[in-house]
């Protein structure tokens, strides 16, 4: 047993090391072109681009992770079934859940260890990458400004539509707006058709030279009678001149370490503690709100100074705005409508603000739960790829890794919307960040114990036979009995027009079906992508859901004629012509289309001489 336990988890080993092997360099090859913009044209050398890999690498594992024990476990249990290796462990005795254990013992280690390299490896990459990024950003702002976008340089935003000259020195369509020191307005704007962008790359002056533009200036004057006069500043000039000091942007060292609080660069305690942290002050900002609103509302004082009469009934039961005079009452209406806009104000701000805490704690909670989930999840995954590759019997890189990828996508995609709708509280932020985990922990389940009983991966029989039979649909021995007799005799000009028919009806229905599926996941996809706030993706989907919605009609369109030519041939088969039970069929096309091609199926039995 030892041999064998060797045998399986050297096999397995040497499959997960070449899958993660691959997987990885895929992973940081995509890493690279995501933040190749902030690499190139910066003239880094190659030890600050290696570090930045390096720390950038350790985050991909939770990514990398999942899937190479997925896609290893497949191929590995695949390779064993199509080889009939476990038909000779299951002769000798040795059944599916005696050949994992082995296999389980290391998986199980490598979860564990995997939870550890989440709790300290990954935040102090997460740590690192953070502030190497952003001093990459500010190490030589003559390179940061890019085409197209604005560039934060110093005390301006800058955008340039076109650079072009030796290391982009002329610029095209300049914007800038200039930072005001008392608010976050953009009260200085400059805008120049040319410009010069002139300095030295070790400079600490960087010089730019506008041409033919305007210059505009709405900084709000402190008296108000010059605002009224002069409500904005606007000169044209040829030639403009601004000297930006970058020595202090320049002085910026890549090792420096200033950005140490997000919630992704914690290990479990310091998430403890922030989250701790985060809740008192929370329920703090909620009672001195609390307090604020009902010193507000003047109810402490409300009955300050009224003495009341032993003896003297002093309850009025009308109107109080009877007590005053008429502009009495009009500014006690006026005063109380200021109070309760100022109020709605109020609340309406402070919602937000809580809002935005609610957010940032449950951003915490979900990191913290992630690192824990994250080890769970490579358990789970071995689970439901060992015994699924022992099912498809098929080893290799084809089937397994499409099956592997379908499959880590939706345990990605379900984590990611559960992440993003646990954000904003609709759902828990524990359970968001174990929800993917707990979705394939039945899967696995089932899997393992159909493999354990050698059984198939699906079985329908005791649902699809009731169903062949109520539809009357035959079985391919059925279809290819010789002795059974055609339904219908044609003349030999008739069979060739019908087998042309056939041919187009066969065709033209099956890309129908293809395109009607197509729009309709898409269509479900849209409202699934759209409630996780995912814009663009859903903006796409629909596009895409209405060009298959398009071609699917034409198909229909070209298969319903078919379908009338059929009819034509023969008094047999015939096909209703009403427009309720067309628009019936356009809606329900899988039923349509499964009747259909089974009367067609039935009625033409063609005789090929």
């Known amino acids: 047993m030892k041999i064998l336990d060797r045998y399986i988890l050297t096999t397995y080993l040497k499959t997960f090391f070449s899958v993660f092997i691959i997987l990885m360099l895929i992973f940081v090859l995509q890493t690279i072109w995501l933040y190749i ?46 080889n009939y290796e476990f038909a000779a462990m299951k002769s000798t005795g040795i059944s599916l859940q005696r050949a994992m254990t082995g296999l389980s013992i290391f998986i199980v280690g490598l979860g564990f260890t995997t939870f550890l390299f989440a709790n300290n490896v990954i935040p102090w990459a997460e740590y690192n990458s953070h502030n190497l990024r952003k001093n990459i950003a500010s190490l030589k702002p003559a390179m940061v400004i890019a085409e ?19 290391n982009g020195r002329f610029l095209k369509g300049v914007v800038m707006h200039k930072k005001s020191q008392a608010n976050n307005a953009n009260n200085t704007i400059i805008v120049a058709k040319d410009g010069e962008l002139v300095g030295e790359e070790d400079s600490d002056v960087l010089q730019f030279i506008l041409f033919d533009g305007y210059f505009y200036d709405d900084t709000p004057s402190k008296n108000r009678a010059d605002r009224n006069r002069h409500p904005m500043v606007m000169s044209y000039f040829e030639k403009y001149t601004i000297n930006i000091d970058l020595s202090q942007l320049n002085s910026n060292d890549l090792d420096e370490k200033n950005v140490s609080d997000k919630y992704n660069m914690l290990n479990i305690s310091d998430l403890n503690y922030m989250i701790d942290s985060l ?24 009955n300050s100074g009224i003495t009341v009469n032993k003896g003297i009934d002093s309850s009025f039961n009308g109107n109080v705005l009877e007590l005053f005079p008429d502009k009495k009452k009009v500014q006690m209406l006026d005063q109380a409508l200021n109070s309760l806009k100022s109020t709605t104000q109020i609340l309406n701000v402070k919602s937000k603000y809580f809002k935005e805490r609610n957010v940032e704690i449950n951003k915490h909670f979900i990191a913290l739960h992630e690192k824990l989930a994250l080890g769970f999840a490579c358990i789970i995954l071995f689970f439901v790829g060992a ?215 039935k009625v033409f039995s063609l005789n090929s001489k």
């Open 387 to 601: 015994p699924l590759g022992a099912l498809i019997r098929k080893g290799g890189i084809g089937l397994p890794m499409i099956i592997a990828i379908l499959l880590f996508l939706t345990y990605h995609f379900i984590g990611i919307f559960a992440k993003n709708s646990a954000k904003d509280g609709s759902l828990n932020p524990i359970l968001a960040a174990w929800f993917s985990t707990l979705v394939m922990l039945p899967l696995g389940y089932y899997l393992t114990k159909r493999a354990t009983a050698d059984r198939g991966l699906f079985e329908f029989d005791h649902i699809i036979e009731p169903i062949k039979k109520l539809l009357k649909i035959q079985n391919k021995s059925e279809k290819n009995n010789p002795t059974q007799e055609p339904s219908i005799t044609l003349s030999s000009e008739s069979q060739l027009k019908a087998k042309s028919l056939l041919t187009d009806y066969s065709m033209h229905s099956k890309f129908s079906f293809i395109f009607y599926c197509m729009a309709i996941i898409l269509f479900v996809l849209y409202f699934v992508f759209k409630n996780n706030k995912l814009e663009e993706i859903s903006a796409i989907i629909i596009q895409i859901s209405a060009i298959s919605g398009g071609i699917y009609t034409l198909y229909f369109i070209l298969s319903s004629l078919h379908v009338l030519g059929l009819s034509k041939l023969t008094n047999t088969f015939q096909v209703s012509k009403n427009p309720i039970f067309i628009i019936l069929g356009f809606i329900i096309y899988p039923i349509r289309h499964f009747l259909l091609k089974n009367k067609i199926n």
């Open 279 to 302: 809740g008192t002050a929370l329920k703090k900002d909620h009672e001195d709100f609390a307090i604020s609103l009902y010193n507000r509302s003047n109810l402490p004082v409300l």
């Open 148 to 166: 197209g976008q604005f560039n934060d340089v110093m005390d301006y935003n800058i955008k340039v539509e076109k650079k072009s000259g030796e």
């Open 37 to 82: 913009k902030e690499l190139a044209g910066k003239d880094l050398d190659m030890v600050v681009i290696l570090k930045f890999l390096f720390y950038f690498t350790p985050k991909l594992i939770p990514l990398v992770l999942p899937l190479t024990i997925l896609l290893a476990s497949i191929m590995v249990f695949g390779s064993f079934a199509e």
